[in-house]
């Protein structure tokens, strides 16, 4: 097993707002990670002299102390005294009401500061939302980024470099790459060696997730179909979703298939795109797409995990981590990611909106060695004049015209690059 610690971006985030007073929430699916940095902080600020307490709804030991605010003030005042410290609570879903609870002890005006973990919770994040509104500062963990993978599996010899070293060592770049295509970002699969145990791992991960998560949030044992739909769907990423056509194929409720889309959007399992439009009469306007937020559990659920062969299927994985890509690179500028598609089923994979500048994006899984320009693109620089388009690609690097707008020929690397969009 590789023993390198994996550096994850989202800690300097949270490293540099210790001194807030909002409660730190970290939040995101099962086995993102969110544990392991929150472990990380703590040794961080003990080494610092710094007096720290971690508590875990998901040990039985340490949920009793949840039963009311005043019995989980009487634990910590046990552990720490009533000085500043640093609270840490992992897996805060798990208690109920977890957003009301919360509030309370952060109106009180308690000396602690509060980091606090839940997987995608449905309940979670609408308890929140409600009930903590300027009292909550949010970081979002999700599997390994293809950045993170990269600087990991290359000991971090390359680290603010990563771009760099992909063009010069182009072949290394290409297994990595296809390596994160068929096993994901999940860091307990990353860090295992052998195919054999990363499908042990990823089994847990997916069968937790159901059999926990999923069951828990629908208040059934009967999971089968939520299952069903998520291997149909993996079989869908980056294509319109038809819940009729679902619904009828799956025989499953039509509500049904909606609610639980909604249920694996929730839980970050995966994110629908909205298509992009300005003109309601020329262009599809209500199906999505779907991207899941790892490739190694979209991989699972198909059946294809690891042993990715056929070169559509291919294809799709690596326009799903282009997604995964755009979403991490475009975070907090308010930029929304959408698919353009008209009547005509002309089709453009991604349109980044930033205010008033569109960029539509179009994503070729080939080792391309000539610019060869999507038509779509044609049809939207006519529409919409957008200041350039991206072709993101294997290989090729280069700049071509298209009724005058750029046309940008860019890869993976080149997005991790701080330069581009």
């Not at 410290?85 to 952060?106: C, M, P, S, T, Y």
């Not at 009729?244 to 249920?263: D, M, V």
């Not at 598609?341 to 994979?349: G, H």
Request: with cysteine.
């Amino acid at each position: 097993m590789n023993k390198i610690t994996i550096k994850r971006t989202v800690l300097e985030d949270i490293r540099k707002d210790l001194k807030r007073e909002e409660i730190a929430f970290l939040i995101g699916p099962r086995q993102a990670g969110k544990t392991t940095i929150m472990k990380i902080i703590q040794g961080e600020l003990d080494a610092a002299g710094e007096k720290t307490v971690f508590l875990s709804l998901d040990f039985d030991s340490d949920k009793k102390h949840f039963a009311s605010q005043q019995s989980l003030l009487k634990k910590i005042e046990l552990e720490i005294g009533k000085s500043p410290g640093f609270v840490f609570i992992d897996e805060i879903q798990r208690r109920e009401n977890a957003g009301i609870f919360l509030k309370g002890l952060q109106d009180i005006g308690l000396p602690y500061k509060l980091i606090v973990s839940g997987s995608g919770s449905v309940d979670l994040k609408a308890k929140v939302k409600e009930s903590m509104v300027g009292r909550k500062r949010i970081y979002e963990v999700y599997p390994l980024s293809f950045g993170e993978f990269v600087n990991h599996r290359t000991e971090y010899r390359y680290e603010q470099r990563e771009s760099e070293f992909l063009t010069i060592e182009e072949d290394r770049g290409s297994e990595l790459l296809t390596e994160y295509l068929s096993y994901g970002g999940y860091p307990r699969v990353v860090l295992e060696d052998e195919r054999r145990e990363k499908l042990r791992v990823i089994d847990e991960i997916y069968q937790g997730y159901i059999l926990r998560d999923i069951s828990y949030l629908l208040k059934t044992d009967k999971i089968d179909t939520y299952g069903l739909l998520m291997k149909t769907l993996a079989d869908q990423t980056g294509k319109l979703i038809n819940y009729a056509e679902l619904s009828a194929t799956l025989g499953i409720a039509l509500a049904t298939i909606k609610n639980y889309c909604w249920y694996a959007e929730e839980t970050y399992i995966l994110k629908r795109i909205t298509p992009f439009f300005r003109n309601l009469r020329s262009e599809i306007s209500k199906a999505p797409t779907v991207y899941f937020s790892d490739t190694g559990f979209r991989n699972y659920a198909l059946g294809v995990f690891g042993g990715v062969q056929r070169n559509d299927d291919m294809g799709f994985a690596f326009q799903n981590i282009v997604y995964l890509l755009l979403r991490e690179k475009l975070r907090w500028s308010g930029a929304e990611i959408h698919y353009w598609r008209n009547t005509a089923k002309t089709e453009i994979d991604f349109v980044v909106e930033i205010g008033e500048k569109i960029i539509p994006i179009e994503v070729k899984y080939k080792a391309m060695t000539r610019p060869l320009v999507p038509r779509s693109f044609d049809r939207f620089i006519e529409k919409y004049r957008p200041p350039y388009c991206q072709v993101i690609n294997r290989t090729l690097r280069t700049t071509v015209k298209l009724r005058d707008t750029e046309v940008r020929f860019l890869t993976v690397g080149d997005l991790l690059s701080s330069k581009t969009i």
